[in-house]
């Protein structure tokens, strides 16, 4: 067999199959870098109860961003009027968001309950309800401080 032929069809064949699998490669790579390099939010007892500071009038135009463990990139959240909530992936992964769930933002809904900030959204026919305390002008979910954006 003439080498030349094997030499191109090795090459074909490595970009056929290789190129993809090292994209692939270097996106799990991005994506445990983000999530190494990412400061989680210590676990930690909440402060004292204070009088919420933070209300539906005061929230509106507000973003958070969020760490979940199950996620390796942080989501901002903004609270728009109208009770609307959007959840978007930062823009360098909203092309790997959309190939993994098929979106890069959700659209949700968030209101005030004295204390609580509960904010909702369905997904793949789920509806997921979280609850989260407002303490001061601060919020926590899980013991955890929800760090704002703006």
Known sequence: ???????????ILFL?????????????????????????TPAGPKPPPAPPLLNESNLVGTAWVVKHPQIPVAVTITLNAG????????????????????????????????AKLIASVDFQGKTQTVECDIIGDRIFFQDREIQRAN
């Not at 067999?1 to 090459?11: E, R, V």
């Not at 056929?16 to 989680?40: C, H, R, T, Y």
């Not at 992936?89 to 190939?99: D, N, Y």
Request: no cysteine.
């Open 1 to 11: 067999m003439n080498k030349k032929i094997l030499g191109i069809f090795f090459l």
């Open 16 to 40: 056929v199959i290789g190129v993809p699998f090292l994209a692939v490669i270097k996106n799990i790579i991005v994506l445990q870098m983000a999530a190494s390099s990412q400061e989680d």
């Open 83 to 114: 009770g609307q909530a959007v959840a978007t992936v930062p823009p360098q992964f909203s092309a790997l968001a959309i190939q993994m769930i098929g979106t890069d933002k959700l659209v949700g809904t968030w209101r005030v309950d004295g």
